[in-house]
């Protein structure tokens, strides 16, 4: 059974990145399933640090993009997700492709939601796991 509350889609996730820091850093969503959203970030000029290595900071934008995102369109109509918390540990470097990353509530209440988040490289190895916590605002009268 499906978590979307609010009408989702590929291109209307798309739609609202030109002009922000996903749409700089080339951040594509690609898939939406039943319990899951997915989108893939390049490893490229844009999002390496000097070393030639993803940085960190990209993939926990891509991992707040994802958990917020999905926060958002897992609410009823009205409701607004905001992020409290976001960690993230960096278990593999990439250097080059994509990566990946796959976004799952692990609790979905009323005034909070938490959802994981594991990115992964083009070979399927994990790159970072990453958990974020948001507030659930709710439509002021």
């Known amino acids: 059974m499906a978590i979307w509350q609010k009408p989702i889609d590929l291109q209307a996730l798309n739609d609202l990145s030109p002009n922000t820091a996903v749409g700089h850093l080339g951040i594509e969503f690609i898939e939406?399933?039943?319990?899951?959203l997915r989108a893939r970030v390049p490893v490229d000029q844009r999002t390496v640090q000097p070393f030639?290595?993803?940085?960190?900071?990209?993939?926990?934008?891509?991992?707040?993009?994802?958990?917020?995102?999905?926060?958002?369109f897992a609410s009823p109509e009205g409701h607004?997700?905001?992020?409290?918390?976001?960690?993230?540990n960096h278990l593999r470097a990439a250097t080059s492709g994509w990566v990946t990353g796959t976004a799952r509530p692990v609790h979905r209440g009323r005034t909070t939601q938490v959802w994981q988040i594991e990115l992964a490289n083009e070979a399927g190895e994990l790159v970072c796991i990453s958990r974020i916590t948001m507030a659930m605002l709710v439509p002021r009268d």
Request: glycine content about 20%; hydrophobic content about 50%; overall charge negative.
């Open 32 to 36: 939406i399933g039943d319990d899951f």
């Open 52 to 72: 030639g290595l993803l940085h960190g900071g990209v993939s926990v934008v891509l991992a707040e993009t994802l958990g917020s995102m999905g926060a958002y």
């Open 80 to 88: 607004r997700a905001v992020g409290l918390d976001i960690n993230a």
